[in-house]
């Protein structure tokens, strides 16, 4: 083996490393595009109240004046997975404070003729086909609600201890 064709070999592994980091970044896409479609945010406040982030940037103005392309969003991990980041602000209008910012991390690993999906690093894995068809989407929605359910209305009752899927109805009976 000659140095060129060393250089070739990581040229190939680059490209390789690339094309993969572009696809995990469009199925991030489809999930980020359907969640907005869901969510029935406006084409002027998408930018502003839900974004694609590259899970560890922590500098709050880059987050709120950046818009990222989608590749540029993952991290490739030691063990396989990809990360993107997506976070949701809260705002009752533009001026109003205080905003609540809520962050995910989703995982995302191609399979053998798919692509694995959490919407947690912990969570349960679900299935896309290379396609990532709506209705597949559809069931990362509902684990994508029931974070968010987690985070909000049923915060209280979590902190408390209370193991009632009501919520804060439940405050009472403590």
């Known amino acids: 083996m000659t ?3 060393i250089i070739n070999l990581w040229k190939e592994s680059k490209e390789m490393w690339q094309s993969y980091q572009f696809a995990v970044g469009g199925v991030g896409q489809a999930i980020y595009s359907y969640f907005v479609d869901k969510l029935s945010i406006d084409s002027k406040g998408k930018e502003r109240i839900i974004k694609m982030i ?5 500098n709050e103005e880059k987050i709120r004046n950046t818009l990222y392309a989608p590749f540029a969003c993952v991290e490739l991990k030691d063990d396989g997975w990809s990360e993107v980041g ?3 602000l809260l705002e009752y209008s533009e001026t109003a404070w205080p905003k609540q910012q809520y962050r995910f991390v989703i995982c995302i690993r191609s399979g053998a003729d798919n ?4 919407m947690a690093k912990d969570g349960p894995v679900f299935k896309l086909s290379n396609e990532c068809k709506s209705e597949e989407i559809e069931v990362l929605w509902g684990e994508f609600e029931r974070l968010i359910r987690f985070q909000t209305v049923d915060s209280l009752n979590n902190w408390l201890g209370i193991k009632n899927e009501c919520s804060l109805c439940n405050i009472n009976n403590y």
């Open 54 to 58: 590259p899970p560890t940037e922590k």
């Open 86 to 88: 997506l976070v949701l």
């Open 3 to 5: 140095y060129s064709d």
């Open 115 to 118: 692509w694995m999906v959490k």
